[in-house]
């Protein structure tokens, strides 16, 4: 039962960012600068990367490639999870 959780853990993981980034994309206000979304996600991308490897050299993955496509991956979801909710309050 572990070995199938371990690895159906990225897919998950992936799943999860890719619908949050998508939603976030769809809602487009009036006050949204189109150049201000764009480095608001490189960004999140970048701050993902160094968490990414942050995650590798603590061990957490079985394979490095996991922490160098899921940080930036997660960095862009909570970049425009963040933009979104700063933009409400």
């Given at each position: 039962m572990k070995e199938f959780v371990l690895a159906a853990l990225p897919w998950i993981l992936v799943g999860l960012a890719v619908a949050i980034i998508c939603v976030g994309l769809n809602e487009k206000d009036a006050e949204t600068n189109e150049k201000e979304r764009q480095q608001h996600i490189a960004l999140g991308l970048s701050l993902g990367l160094l968490w990414g490897v942050a995650l590798n050299h603590c061990?957490?993955?079985?394979?490095?490639?996991?922490?160098?496509?899921?940080?930036p991956l997660w960095g862009m979801a909570l970049a425009v999870v963040l933009e979104n909710h700063h933009k409400k309050r």
């Open positions: 061990g957490l993955w079985e394979n490095h490639a996991l922490g160098l496509a899921l940080g």
